[in-house]
């Protein structure tokens, strides 16, 4: 097509949205503000182990009568099955005992975040208009060596306004390369997100020239965390570029989020649905660090009645009637910020295809949420605006076709670099040093009771109160802190001043590892009823500092209580270098 033909397609196609507005969507019913609750497989578990300690893991795998399934092996989760006479809750009481465990946790069930249209005749899109695409498109219209993964039900190959797009893709819930959507939900966000335009056929999607990676990990609309962090994985091992998943839950899984953390540091770009209980509760993977959450608007610019919403919202799209693709070469209306999120994910897209090679996480978010447009409260930045975020970047060398995918999924074995480095043999530490003011902190999963003056938390007489997150039987707590240290640091040490207020427990300290791009065990301690200091340093420590010498920290702690807990910390220092005696430490 040429640039003259593809300027006037988009004028008529301008045109004709004037001259056909969409009537007014009939009210839908919004789901029950019931609070959410938490399911898991009852015979699975997902496990870490601390470095070098494999061999010790199965042999309490075996005594337990466990199985192990498989192995997550760039994040070196281990897959576990459990034998009849033995429940999650008993077996997670055991494996967390042991001091070679990293952390365990259920395998925990996520569902696609949509929910049926109750009406039937809408029969156009109106969220392209809305989100202004073919502005866009008279920029970029998205390239094939772009590869969008869509990571929810499987996708219908064989669709005429989508079997152009398809690159192989991997069916993680049978173990095969058969990615047939039996559900419709994969299908229908491939079509909004990069179905083929002017071809006089159906629907347009977002990114039209952009490639299709169909990935497998729901089965009739729900499936298990670790076959969504497999995908993750494997999407970002095989080319993808960005991969949009319309699904989640109100749980955190540490394993999912370490498959986030692998993606993002090879600078796939994330997108993930908030959600449609129109509450303010986190969602994940939405809610995570490095994935762009996304809620849902109407034809009227206003929330969604279903959307969640909150701080932690970036931006928001058409997700209200939304007419797309289906399987066996149909087409439907469906609702949801699951059809949001394909939108954003078709922008994430074109900004690809048009930065290139100079494309990255941070600046692909950049340009999607510094251009958006308000529209109230709880939805981030607003509705995204397609046309201002592709204006708003500059063309770079265009990127290069991807490896053909393999036709299984990745070995079982970790490379070295991705296993979580072991704790050096002690060495003389250097001199004292004084601590570093904490720049920040935010809560992962929980939230905060109370932050208050008389104490010294952060060097800033802070005291900073957190509750645990609560869903079903879990308890969940995961904190995460940052400061900048000296340029050329070799060693760091955190000291930490903090209490349970129910009863003594553990708490696990982890440092973001920037060379392999995950969360490194630094050690484990044990906070009392009153204040207990936790000190721990780690030499050899260059690759916990970016370039700006930021290190990032997290404290963590997950349990089976049917009661919430809550944790205060009153002082926490980083130090370059060994920190002084504990009485020295205390701000008098």
């Known amino acids: 097509m040429t640039l003259s033909h593809l300027r006037h397609w988009i004028t008529t196609l301008a045109i004709a949205a004037l001259l056909a507005l969409p009537l007014a969507a009939s009210a839908q019913k919004a789901p029950a503000k019931a ?4 399911d898991y497989d009852r015979q699975e578990m997902l496990i870490r182990f601390k470095a070098n300690m494999s061999p010790k893991g199965q042999e309490a795998i075996q005594k337990l009568g466990a199985r192990l399934l498989e192995k997550l092996s760039r994040i070196d989760v281990s897959r576990i ?17 042991l001091p070679f465990v990293e952390f365990v946790e259920p395998n925990y069930i996520q569902k696609a975040v949509a929910w049926a249209p109750s009406d039937p005749h809408w029969n156009r899109q109106w969220g392209m208009t809305n989100a202004n695409v073919a502005g866009a498109w008279g920029v970029e219209t998205g390239k094939k060596t772009t590869v969008i993964a869509i990571i929810d039900t499987g996708v219908d190959v064989n669709h005429p306004d989508l079997k152009m797009k398809m690159v192989p893709g991997y069916n993680f819930v049978h173990e095969n390369t058969n990615v047939t959507d039996n559900d419709g939900h994969g299908t229908h966000c491939a079509g909004v997100a990069a179905a083929l335009a002017n071809n006089g056929v159906g629907v347009a999607g977002v990114c039209s020239n952009c490639a299709i990676m169909p990935i497998k990990a729901l089965d009739n609309g729900s499936g298990l965390a670790s076959d969504v962090a497999r995908g993750i994985i494997w999407a970002t ?13 109100y749980f955190p899984s540490f394993t999912q989020q370490q498959a986030i953390e692998y993606a993002a540091s090879k600078g796939v770009i994330l997108i993930a649905a908030a959600g449609n209980d129109n509450i303010d509760m986190p969602h994940y993977p939405a809610y995570y660090d490095n994935v762009i959450s996304v809620g849902a608007i109407n034809s009227s610019n206003r929330r969604a009645s279903f959307s969640n919403y909150g701080n932690w919202v970036d931006v928001a799209a058409p997700g209200e009637t939304i007419y797309s693709t289906m399987p066996k070469g149909g087409y439907a209306n469906m609702n949801g910020t699951s059809m949001a999120t394909p939108f954003v994910a078709g922008l994430a897209g074109l900004l690809v295809s048009r930065m290139g090679t100079s494309a990255t996480p941070k600046n692909v978010r950049a340009a999607i949420v510094n251009t958006a447009v308000s529209v109230g409260t709880g939805l981030g930045k607003g509705r995204v605006d397609m046309a201002a975020a592709v204006k708003s970047v500059q063309p770079g060398k265009p990127l290069s076709a991807p490896t053909p995918a393999p036709v299984t999924p990745p070995v079982t074995t970790a490379p070295p670099s991705q296993v979580a480095q072991p704790q050096p043999t002690p060495t003389p530490a250097p001199a004292p040093a004084q601590g570093v003011t904490i ?20 060097l800033d007489d802070q005291l900073l109160i957190l509750r645990s997150v609560e869903s079903g039987r879990a308890r969940a707590l995961d904190v995460e802190f940052w400061a900048t240290l000296p340029t050329g640091t070799t060693t760091i040490s955190l000291s930490v001043d903090g209490r349970y207020y129910e009863a003594q427990a553990a708490v696990t300290v982890y440092f973001w590892n920037h060379k392999t791009g995950r969360w490194d065990t630094i050690g484990n301690g044990q ?16 690759a916990y500092l970016d370039d700006s010498g930021q290190v990032r920290i997290r404290l963590y702690r997950q349990t089976q209580l049917w009661t919430t807990f ?14 002084p005696s504990k009485a020295a430490s205390r701000k008098k």
């Open 527 to 542: 906070f009392g009823t009153t204040d207990t200091n936790i000190t721990l340093t780690r030499q050899n420590a260059a």
């Open 81 to 97: 099955k459990l034998p009849n006479n033995l429940t999650v809750e008993q077996a997670m009481a055991q494996l967390s005992k």
């Open 439 to 458: 720049a920040g902190y935010k809560q992962h999963s929980g939230r905060v009771l109370k932050e208050s003056s008389g104490a010294t938390f952060a």
């Open 237 to 249: 091992d095989n080319g993808a570029k960005v991969i949009s998943m319309s699904l989640g839950g």
């Open 566 to 579: 809550d944790m205060g910390i009153n002082q926490l220092r980083v130090y370059a270098g060994t920190p």
């Open 35 to 38: 609070k959410p609750g938490v």
